[in-house]
Nanobody, 128 residues
Framework: EVQLVESGGGLVQAGGSLRLSCATSGFTFDDYTIGWFRQAPGKEREGVSCISPRNGDTYVADSVKGRFTITGDNAKNTVYLQMNSLKPDDTAVYYC?????????????????????WGQGTLVTVSS
């Protein structure tokens, strides 16, 4: 059974930091690109960042570039999203997703509907 389990969300003040984790199981980690999406109330789900565990290639959306960093631990089949300098606009439910045999650049050109597997999400709230 494929599972993606997010953790690490919470309430933080503007300017603060959080680290999200996405623990995966049930599939071959190296065969997938693992990504983070977010969805704020009343808005569409948007891609934030993703990584190819096989070669370490990453994609980071312009909206978070310079503030968010994605990394992977192949030994633990886990992907992390380090979020620094958080802003109230970063408030959203953050979802982990996996897509089979692709490159991270797909997040720049295609929407969330093409991603195969999803976690349940973790809420990040940034207060002003």
């Amino acid at each position: 059974e494929v599972q993606l389990v997010e953790s690490g969300g919470g309430l933080v003040q503007a300017g603060g930091s959080l680290r999200l984790s996405c623990a995966t199981s049930g599939f071959t980690f190296d065969d997938y690109t693992i990504g983070w999406f977010r969805q704020a109330p009343g808005k569409e789900r948007e891609g934030v960042s993703c990584i190819s565990p096989r070669n370490g290639d990453t994609y980071v959306a312009d909206s978070v570039k310079g503030r968010f960093t994605i990394t992977g631990d192949n030994a633990k089949n886990t992907v992390y999203l380090q979020m620094n300098s958080l802003k109230p606009d970063d408030t959203a439910v953050y979802y982990c997703a996996a897509k089979f045999l692709t490159t991270p650049q797909i997040m720049a050109v295609l929407g969330p509907s093409v991603w195969h597997e999803w976690g349940q999400g973790t809420l990040v709230t940034v207060s002003s």
